[in-house]
Structures are given as C-alpha cells and as structure tokens.
C-alpha cells in the first residue's frame, strides 16, 4: 500500500466529511476511496471512522491519527518548497476561519494579500470554535473572546472592542440616547447562537460609574453576519465590535452613540495547531491580521 497517498486521501476525506464529496475531489470512485481507507484501518489495526451513523465522524483514535497526519502533509509540502525554492513561500490552498465580525475586514484585505502572494489560494469559513481547526481541517482562523488550553497556539493580535451605533435615519425617528439609561427607551438588534435566548443586557463603564441596561429588542442575528447591514438600513440601535462597524463609521452610515462609555473588549487571537515551523503560508496571514488589528 502507498502509505503516503492512503494518508492524504484520509484527510481529504475528513476534511470533505463525506466519502461521496472526497472522491469527487480526489477523481477516484467513493467504493475505490472506501477500500482504501479499509485497508489503512486494517494496517493500523483500528478504525478510522465511525459507520454506524449516517453522517462520517471520526473515532477517537481517527481523529488523533488525523491531527498527525495532517501536520505531517503540511510538513511535507514546506520541505518540497524549500527543496525547490530554496526557502519558503506561501503557496497552495490556506484554509482559513473568521469570526463573523472580523469577515469583512479581512475579505476586504484580501485583495492586495493575494497580490502579494500569488501561488496562494484562500478558502475562508466563517467559525468562532478551536475545535474547527480539526474537524473542518482549517490552517489558521481568527478568534475573539478567550482561548482555553485546547493544545493549540494561540498568538493574541489585540482586542475587539464593543461599540453602540446607529444610523443617522434611525436617530431622527427615535432621538439620540445621550446616557446608557436611555436605551431603554429605544429599539435594539442583537446577535444570538441558534436555540438560545439573546442576551439583552449592556454593561457600561465610564471611570467609575457602572451601569447594565436592559435593552428591547427588534431584531435578532442568528448567524452572525448581517447587523451591520440592519443598523445601517435603519433596524435598531446595535452594539457590535467595532472593527467589525469601522468602514460604516467612517463612511457616516452608523453614529458612535454614548462615546464616553466603555462596554467591554475581547481579545483577538490567531490560533493554529502546533507545527515544528509555522507554514509560510499561515506566517504571511498572521501578518496581514496583525495590520488589519493595527489600523
């Protein structure tokens, strides 16, 4: 068996979640891929993946050997770049995840990024989960709010901090909160996960006054992407990151209401797995993170 080929067509496998949509990618028939993989288990002498399911996961063995295997293509693609180049260069496909509200700064970024590295390929999932690293075979992503020690390196680029705005249209209906306790009086967009209730309580701080308020809401996010857009078309009040509101700030589309007051930060970090070297290609995106944070 080539042991090498078995093992990328395992990753892709994992990374394609299913045996159909591999095999599409790898141009080889899925009863072929199948057979493979069956044959790596059987040298292995454990399973890889659990089939007693409809949809493919990993054993507990299958993902440890996945993490492995993993690092070692990626291992083997900087050694024949260095061998060809002589040094290193991004190049290939780098598979990255974005916390929503970092999405748009970094597509918009991207442009000259990819001019700069043109054997790159960027493929981009918006996530705010560690655990994606693995499961969905990313090589970097983007993170906000803290990281626990989950085995994986996490370089912090700065910190997010929370904005309250709205859009001009809006404060002519409603009128311009000029205390934390007014937003009582308004209408609020809120960002909220899937089947869970969204938190509705804003914490200020300006010196020593603190303050939480409790908002009604008008429009709530589930997906993480779009608040923006509702505040600018007039929705509501909304509290988002401010990296995320930036170029609407700027362009006058959204107001900073209430800006002596503080309501929180988060830190930003890069995270990535664990590698000997860092590949050139996840080096050069962490760089262009750390610019995106500086400006």
Not at 187 to 192: E, H, K, L, S
Request: proline fraction near 5%; aromatic fraction near 6%; charged fraction near 20%.
């Amino acid at each position: 068996m080539d042991k090498l080929r078995a093992i990328t067509f395992f990753c892709r496998t994992v990374e394609a979640k299913t045996f159909a949509a591999a095999a599409q990618t790898l141009a080889v028939t899925p009863s072929a891929l199948s057979k493979l993989i069956g044959v790596l288990e059987q040298e292995l002498k454990f399973a890889l993946f659990n089939r007693s399911t409809r949809h493919l996961s990993l054993t507990v063995e299958g993902a440890a050997y996945y993490e492995r295997c993993r690092q070692l293509l990626h291992d083997l693609e900087e050694a024949e770049l260095a061998a060809v180049q002589g040094r290193t260069r991004p190049k290939g496909t780098l598979r990255v995840g974005l916390h929503p509200a970092l999405r748009l700064a970094t597509l918009h970024a991207l442009g000259d990024f990819l001019d700069v590295n043109p054997d790159l390929k960027v493929e981009t999932t918006t996530t705010n989960s560690p655990a994606t690293l693995l499961t969905d075979g990313l090589d970097v992503m983007l993170r906000v709010g803290d990281m626990t020690d989950s085995g994986l390196i996490a370089r912090q680029l700065g910190s997010a901090e929370f904005v309250v705005c709205a859009s001009p249209s809006y404060l002519r209906i409603w009128g311009t909160p000029t205390r934390p306790e007014d937003l009582a009086r308004h209408q609020a967009i809120v960002y909220a996960i899937p089947d869970e209730e969204p938190s509705t309580r804003w914490e200020f701080a300006n010196n020593d006054d603190r303050c939480v308020v409790s908002v009604p809401v008008r429009v709530i996010i589930r997906d993480g992407v779009g608040g923006i857009e509702a505040a600018i078309h007039g929705c509501g009040i909304l509290r988002p990151f401010r990296v995320a509101a930036r170029e609407a700030i700027a362009a006058g589309q959204l107001q900073v209401l209430l800006p002596d007051w503080s309501s929180g930060k988060l830190p930003i970090f890069a995270v990535f797995p664990k590698s000997r070297a860092v590949p050139a290609k996840v080096q050069a995106f962490i760089e262009l993170a750390q610019r995106m944070m500086a400006s």
